[in-house]
């Protein structure tokens, strides 16, 4: 059986509004289907005064240590483990290095914000040549549906249309690789 990773971007209290709330019981069920057979982790973007959202927007959500920083408790608990980063990117050598442990050959990506965290964890992974998806239905914005669409088509024109994917279509990859 392949090794595939379940990678829930930033799905934490300071990214939950009424534009992403309702991903939170869709990754849930999403991840019950999987069960076991797919190793499940989390990030989540963790601020301080030396990242570039609190420099150049002056942005002070999700500051380390606050409660808008830490994981949706609903989802935590699906989670192998969760990485912490001050980027857009999840692509780092922790993360590099937990692929390569787990000898992981696919990589699934859901969560928010489908034109920052998950845009640019996904292309980073893309370019290191690492196969990779990301779940349409299962990614959102705090921004609201356009800015989530945007991002989609951002996402299709770089990493080809067949990389973009439902939930669906996800769990028929997964089932047909055990």
């Known amino acids: 059986m392949a090794n595939i990773l379940f990678l829930i971007i930033d ?17 849930l069920d999403f991840q019950a289907k999987i069960g076991d057979s797919v190793l499940t982790a989390g ?3 963790v601020n301080h005064e030396h990242t570039a959202c609190y ?21 935590r608990g ?7 980063k001050d980027k857009y990117s999840c692509w780092n ?23 920052c965290c998950v845009l640019n964890s996904v292309l980073d992974c893309y370019n290191d040549l690492v196969d ?14 356009e800015e989530h ?3 989609l088509t ?16 996800a769990y028929t990859n997964v089932e047909c690789r055990k």
Do not use: H
Request: glycine share 6%.
């Open 11 to 27: 799905m934490q209290n300071g990214f939950i509004n009424n534009f992403t709330e309702d991903l939170i019981p869709k990754i």
């Open 43 to 45: 990030t989540r973007y």
């Open 55 to 75: 420099m150049f927007e002056g942005w002070k959500s999700c500051m380390a240590g606050t409660k808008e920083a830490e994981v949706v408790p609903a989802l």
């Open 78 to 84: 699906c989670m192998a483990k969760v990485f912490d």
């Open 93 to 115: 050598e922790e993360m590099k290095a937990f692929v390569r442990e787990n000898e992981i050959e696919k990589i699934y990506f859901a969560g928010v914000n489908t034109g």
């Open 132 to 145: 990779c998806a990301v779940i349409e239905d299962l990614c959102g914005s705090t921004s609201g549906e």
């Open 149 to 151: 669409e945007a991002a």
């Open 154 to 169: 951002v996402l299709r024109s770089c990493i080809t249309e067949e990389r973009v994917i439902t939930a669906a279509q």
